[in-house]
């Protein structure tokens, strides 16, 4: 096991010490994402979740993959510590506390345009 160094480790505890950032990570456990998807469960602008996606990716709790025009993002646990921190991270934030947000996201899902972000 590879061990982190302790920059590395305080950009992880940097990225899981926010509330936006933590929910990101419980919406992304039901699988990958667009952008457009986690802007709608947020309710926030485009470039906002596009900067925590950013601090998430540079710690290395996401990860992105290419897929067309699209960048599709999901929780990257191939890191055992990380791993680790991600399942304590899941396993204490209940889908009641982000109901508003799944609700979005099923909304959005249900409702969008075709010709965009489909995933």
């Known amino acids: 096991m590879k061990n982190l160094k302790l920059s ?12 936006t950032r933590l929910k990101i990570i419980k919406i992304l456990e039901k699988g990958e994402l667009c952008v457009c998807e986690i802007v709608a469960a947020l309710d926030m602008i485009q470039p906002k979740v596009s900067f925590h996606l950013g601090v998430l990716k540079e710690s290395g709790l996401v990860k992105i993959k290419r897929k067309g025009k699209w960048i599709l993002y999901s929780l990257d646990d191939s890191d055992l510590f990380k791993r680790f921190l991600i399942f304590s991270v899941l396993e ?11 609700e979005n996201l099923e909304n959005f899902k249900t409702n969008q345009d075709p010709r965009y972000c489909k995933t």
């Open 92 to 102: 204490k934030i209940s889908d009641d506390e982000i109901k508003k947000e799944l």
């Open 8 to 19: 590395e480790m305080a950009k992880v505890f940097h990225a899981l010490s926010d509330e």
